[in-house]
């Protein structure tokens, strides 16, 4: 009998701060950074954010949101066989996020890795999972997005740090004999490493270069309005559908001009179009499994409904997974 796997259960958790753009100008006019909610609204489409209080991490936004998908899958932590965290904001140099969320779950023994594919990183590693599931690897799969991206904003930079907001998404993914994920499409091209970037590294017990964040939003922006079309185009190939098949599409949530130019190319209408960038802003690698759970939990998305996650980032990567929900 084929194997396939099958998201049984969703989770999120947001950091209680929550700041709006009218707050978060204000705190930037303090340090003699110019903005305005106006500014912010018209070309992102984001009202607020929520940042970590200082020492919260990855793992620990990781685990309210892998609690609440353990739960809705109605499981226990101890029936997890395989925990992937997709994170560009490790707690630490290593060991992984993964790691450490296991412990916090109160589990030992499975499998554990981090996975870094920036935004794209849930993408990534929903396929990886549906991989290691189809193989026989594992049985009932963990797959998290968590970000703390707070800590690698340069607040100086009005550009980048308006953007982004902490979060954490997470589903768990379990072997079942009807499919679950019909097709995946994943791509990088590293020549764009320089476009959207945190250059320094550690070493000699120092940080070398820069820790923040560096992007140069008009190339993202370009490439992230054509990759997104043509992964959607290539998933809906591979599993013989077509456009107007998808229920929902549920892109990374970046920048609804970005996300409506995406739907408006699949010729999808606005209201299929799960939006949460507007609470959330860019929680990247989080931002996929955060606007997934909120829709589940609205009531929006219904099982057996056919959705389209789409995710794009540093790298540059991109990629879509399609899926029956
Ligand atoms: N407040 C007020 N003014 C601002 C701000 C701000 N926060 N930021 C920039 N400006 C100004 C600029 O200085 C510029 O002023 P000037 O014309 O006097 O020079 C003007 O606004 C226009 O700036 P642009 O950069 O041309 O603005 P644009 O319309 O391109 O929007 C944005 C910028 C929002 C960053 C857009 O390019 C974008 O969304 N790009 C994609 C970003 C993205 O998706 N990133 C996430 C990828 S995911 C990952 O892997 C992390």
């Known amino acids: 009998m084929t194997r396939y796997s099958r998201i049984t259960g969703t989770g999120s958790y947001l950091p209680p701060h929550r700041l709006t753009n009218a ?37 620990d936004l990781g685990l309210e949101a892998a609690r609440h998908a353990i739960e809705a899958a109605g499981l226990q932590a101890a029936d997890i066989d395989l925990i992937i965290v997709a994170t560009s904001t490790p707690d630490m140099v290593f060991p992984s996020v993964a790691c450490i969320l296991q412990h916090k779950l109160g589990i030992a ?24 599931i189809k193989s026989g690897a594992a049985t009932k799969a963990l797959v998290v997005g968590a970000e703390v991206f707070s800590r690698i904003l340069d607040f100086s930079d009005r550009t980048t740090c308006v953007l982004f907001g902490d979060g954490a998404g997470a589903v768990v993914l379990e072997a079942s004999e009807t499919p679950g994920i019909l097709a995946s499409d994943l791509h990088a091209d590293g020549k764009h490493v320089g476009i959207l970037c945190v250059p320094g590294n550690v070493s000699g017990g120092q940080v070398l270069g820069s820790a923040l964040l560096t992007m140069d939003g008009q190339a993202v922006f370009k490439l992230a309005v054509g990759v997104l079309e043509s992964a959607a185009r290539a998933a809906l190939a591979k599993a013989d559908m077509v456009e107007a098949d998808i229920d929902w599409l549920i892109p990374h ?27 959330h802003g ?44």
């Open 109 to 132: 023994g499975c499998a554990a890795f981090d996975l870094q594919a920036v935004c794209s990183g849930f993408v990534y590693a929903l396929t990886v999972a549906d991989a290691m």
């Open 282 to 325: 860019n929680t990247s690698a989080a931002s996929i499994p955060l606007a997934l759970d909120a829709a589940v939990r609205e009531g929006k998305i219904k099982k057996g409904d056919i959705l389209m996650l789409e995710g794009v980032g540093g790298g540059f990567t991109w990629g879509a997974v399609l899926l029956r929900y």
């Open 23 to 59: 707050e978060l100008a204000t705190e930037l006019a303090s340090k003699g950074v110019e903005t305005s909610d106006e500014w912010i609204v018209e070309r992102t489409g984001i009202r607020a954010r929520h940042f970590a209080a200082p020492g919260v991490t990855s793992s």
């Open 253 to 279: 949530q970046a920048n609804l001009r970005i996300m409506h130019s995406t739907a408006r190319k699949l010729k999808l209408p606005l209201d299929k179009l799960i939006v949460t960038v507007d609470q």
